[in-house]
C-alpha cells in the first residue's frame, strides 16, 4: 500500500521518508519500524543532499501515542544535531574570540552571527537543523 500526504511525507510499509529542502539542500529522514519479542521501536537516518549523515533510535516496550508514527525517532535525531552543532560552534566562537565563558546574553549574541570561517559553515548547519526539526 502506498500513500502520499501532501506534505511530503511518503509512507511505504512501516517506512517513511520526510523530504525538505532548506537554503538549496534536500534533507531527507527515512524512518523505519523494527521489533524483536520483547520491544520495538523506530529508526531514523538522516541524509543531507543525498550523503548520509546521522542515525538515531528509539526502542518502546509498551504502546505508545505520537502525533504520526516516527515523530519522536525524527525528532530525537534532529534535535541531538542541533546540540552537538551549537556547542561546536560556541566552541569554535570562544576560541577565536578568546573567551573562557560565554554569559547567556553573549551565547544569544553568538548565535544570532553571520559568523566567519569554518564558524559560518556550523552556523549555517545548526540553522538549517533548527528550521528541519520545526517541519517535523
Same mark, same amino acid.
Request: proline share 0%.
Given at each position: 500500500?502506498?500513500?502520499? #500526504?501532501?506534505?511530503?511525507?511518503?509512507?511505504?510499509?512501516? *517506512? !517513511?521518508?520526510?523530504?525538505?529542502?532548506?537554503?538549496?539542500?534536500?534533507?531527507? *529522514?527515512? #524512518?523505519?519500524?523494527?521489533?524483536?519479542?520483547? #520491544?520495538?521501536?523506530?529508526? #531514523?537516518?538522516?541524509?543531507?543532499?543525498?550523503?548520509?549523515? $546521522? $542515525?538515531?533510535?528509539?526502542?518502546?516496550?509498551?504502546?505508545?501515542?505520537?502525533?504520526?508514527?516516527?515523530?519522536?525517532? !525524527?525528532?530525537?535525531?534532529?534535535?541531538?544535531?542541533?546540540?552537538?552543532?551549537?556547542?561546536?560552534?560556541?566552541?569554535?566562537?570562544?576560541?577565536?574570540?578568546?573567551?573562557?565563558?560565554?554569559?547567556?546574553?553573549?551565547?544569544?549574541?553568538?548565535?544570532?552571527?553571520?559568523? $566567519?570561517?569554518?564558524?559560518?559553515?556550523?552556523?549555517?548547519?545548526?540553522?538549517?537543523?533548527?528550521? !528541519?526539526?520545526?517541519? *517535523?
Amino acid at each position: 500500500m502506498l500513500q502520499i #500526504s501532501t506534505d511530503m511525507n511518503l509512507i511505504i510499509n512501516k *517506512i !517513511m521518508k520526510h523530504t525538505r529542502t532548506i537554503n538549496g539542500r534536500t534533507y531527507d *529522514i527515512i #524512518s523505519r519500524g523494527w521489533s524483536t519479542s520483547r #520491544s520495538w521501536g523506530h529508526k #531514523s537516518e538522516l541524509y543531507i543532499d543525498g550523503n548520509f549523515v $546521522e $542515525e538515531g533510535k528509539v526502542r518502546y516496550y509498551n504502546r505508545t501515542w505520537e502525533s504520526y508514527q516516527f515523530r519522536t525517532c !525524527m525528532q530525537n535525531l534532529i534535535w541531538g544535531l542541533i546540540e552537538r552543532t551549537e556547542k561546536k560552534f560556541l566552541d569554535q566562537y570562544k576560541k577565536d574570540n578568546d573567551i573562557k565563558r560565554l554569559t547567556a546574553s553573549r551565547k544569544e549574541e553568538a548565535l544570532k552571527s553571520e559568523g $566567519e570561517g569554518i564558524q559560518k559553515v556550523i552556523l549555517r548547519n545548526y540553522k538549517d537543523f533548527k528550521k !528541519m526539526y520545526k517541519t *517535523i
